[in-house]
């Protein structure tokens, strides 16, 4: 604290560090780049949106009188003649998951400025995003063909139909996006756009390598609601 | 201020302008335990745990996964505290809009028992 000159130049570290990076009057976030800063709070304020979707699913569970229909058995599947509870949902949770992995390394090949196994790993990653969603469309119109609506469900209360359709397709149009992100970053990946300072279509600037990591947080996030999602709506 | 005479060796390493490296090992042993956390999920369903039991390990494991997930894949644990926070801590206000929404569905709820003559009914069958 005696030397600014050790301060602004080695940020300190725990609580000493984060007082002193915003009460510093420059940027308080040190080591994060503006990119990185803004998709984090773009992030923070989509987790509100999705919370908001939650907590509403919980005040119309609770409130309701008419029992809430068993999600178990909702989306159960036969398969092969075996009657398998929830499957399709694990299904999707691991394809999302293993879609998460594949990200994560495509941003630590990012950084060491592997091109190649970057650009394949965002496409892998887009692959398994595209299955998730096309997985979701095949739930969805299971559900509307056993005559489930926003209004209304052959099982009980008439909230379940608007909930789930609201908060799977909030969390499915977040995926479609993610995917087609993806894509189009791992062509300017492909094309070493980061290399050589190809200015963007839309941004007429100069991409950077971070942004891989800023798709990669997007892409995490995704996944991160859909833990939330399984966990209270598909298992409670 | 006993943070400031630390080693540098007891930092935790801060992100850089280089960005991270972190070995590809990590991510691996991340990706194998989101897996056996789902699959435990999973589990509790297949095993048609009840009540406080079955909250109880949602929950836990839930939270054991976005964990993991914010901490090593969106690489939160080697950013500074300034972030973190700034990230972290509002979410944790929801908790409140949660209790408030819960005391507005009980009384919703009870409304509608004393008030409409509802009664709990059972879920009708599921049928495929």
């Known amino acids: 604290m005696s030397d600014p000159a050790v301060t602004h130049t080695d940020p300190q570290p725990g609580l000493t560090g984060f007082v002193s990076d915003w009460s510093s009057d420059k940027t ?22 999705f919370s908001c979707f939650l907590i509403a699913y919980m005040t119309a569970r609770m409130s309701t009188s008419e029992a809430w229909p068993n999600p178990s058995e909702v989306f159960a599947l036969e398969i092969g003649g075996v009657h398998m509870p929830l499957i399709l949902i694990a299904i999707m949770t691991f394809v999302l998951i293993s879609s998460s992995g594949t990200m994560a390394m495509a941003v630590n090949f990012g950084y060491r400025r592997d091109r190649v196994k970057t ?21 969805w119109t299971k559900l509307i063909s056993e005559g489930v609506r926003p209004w209304e469900n052959p099982w009980g209360a008439p909230q379940f139909g608007s909930v ?9 149009t977040h995926v479609t996006i993610g995917v087609i992100f993806l894509l189009l970053m791992a062509r300017k990946v492909w094309r070493g ?29 995704v996944d991160l609601v859909w833990v939330f999602i399984f966990a209270l709506f598909y298992l409670w | 201020m006993a943070e400031a005479h630390m080693s540098p060796q007891t ?79 509002p979410p944790v206000l929801v908790l ?11 009384y919703t709820f009870f409304t509608r028992m004393e008030f409409f003559g509802a009664s709990p009914a059972v879920p009708a069958p599921v049928v495929h």
């Open chain 1, 28 to 49: 308080a976030f040190k080591t994060a780049s503006w990119g990185k800063a803004m998709i984090w709070i773009f992030l923070l304020s989509d987790t509100f949106i």
């Open chain 1, 164 to 172: 789930f359709f609201m908060i799977t397709g909030f969390h499915g």
């Open chain 2, 11 to 89: 930092l935790a390493p801060a992100a850089h302008a280089e960005g991270q490296q972190h070995p590809i090992r990590l991510y691996l042993i991340v990706w194998f335990w989101l897996f056996v956390l789902s699959a435990c999920s999973y589990a509790v369903d297949l095993l048609q745990f009840q009540g406080y039991l079955r909250w109880g390990l949602i929950l836990m494991l839930m939270l054991g996964k976005a964990g993991l997930i914010i901490a090593v894949f969106m690489h939160m644990a080697w950013e500074r505290l300034a972030l973190s926070y700034a990230i972290l801590v």
């Open chain 1, 193 to 221: 756009d980061f290399d050589t300072g190809k200015k963007g279509f839309f941004t007429s600037r100069k991409g950077r390598w971070e942004i891989v990591e800023i798709t990669g947080l997007y892409w995490h996030f």
């Open chain 2, 96 to 106: 409140i809009f949660v209790v408030i929404m819960a005391f507005e569905a009980d």
């Open chain 1, 119 to 139: 650009t394949v790993l965002m496409l892998l990653t887009a692959v398994l995003g595209a299955t998730f969603v096309g997985m979701q469309a095949f739930e």
